[in-house]
């Protein structure tokens, strides 16, 4: 059985905090985390093309509250982290901090749990290019069994579906020359707005 963030449900009561990456909170009624990158997160990670180092979805830091209602427990709070994103334009590689709303139900069940997730769908589907579409609706509800509710997939997918569709290193990205390639922003060079060298090199003109 692999490491996994699971909350016994006898200690949320009617409810909980859970903290991650932050200096645990003085209330009395919270858990903390040290670190959020489980066996089983990490390995998802490694699987899909999302990052490939470890560090690149370091520093992921969440403030998170269960709480009890009726039969089902409410997962809510605000996930932050800083994914290593490739420019869609330039294809300059950038971290941007990303701060994320989640909310979720889990619903006790006796059946397996994972087993309607959109992740092991995701992660047994044998057909590489085909892409499971995640959207927030499918999300909204998770099944739990044993007593434990396991936070890892929950996280996962948050993580998944904040990461920008078109990632730009910045707003106004020129992007690349179609011509010789040279990158046609400005860069900064030890506190230095530096042109780039581009009309010596290369002929292409945009106008
Ligand atoms: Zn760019
Ligand atoms: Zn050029």
Partial sequence: MKKSIAINIAKIGQNLNITFGRPPSNNLNSIHFNDILTEWTQEFLKST???TLEEQCANIKAQLKISKEHNMYRVEGEIEFSP????????????????????????????????????????????PND????????????????????????????????????PLCREDCKGLCPSCGTELNEV??????????????CTYSSH
């Fill in 188 to 201: 900064q060079i030890e506190g230095q707005l530096i042109r780039p060298n581009h009309a010596q090199k």
């Fill in 84 to 127: 290593l994103l490739e420019c869609v334009r330039s294809l300059t590689l950038f971290r941007e901090k990303i701060t994320t709303q989640v909310n979720a139900f889990f619903v006790q069940d006796t059946s397996s749990a994972y087993k309607n997730s959109n992740i092991s769908r995701y992660l047994n589907n044998s057909e």
């Fill in 131 to 166: 892409e499971v579409e995640l959207s927030e609706s499918d999300l909204e509800t998770y099944s739990f069994s044993n007593n434990f509710i396991e936070l890892d997939e929950f996280i996962i997918d948050s993580l998944y579906l904040a990461l920008p569709e078109l």
């Fill in 49 to 51: 093309s999302l990052t």
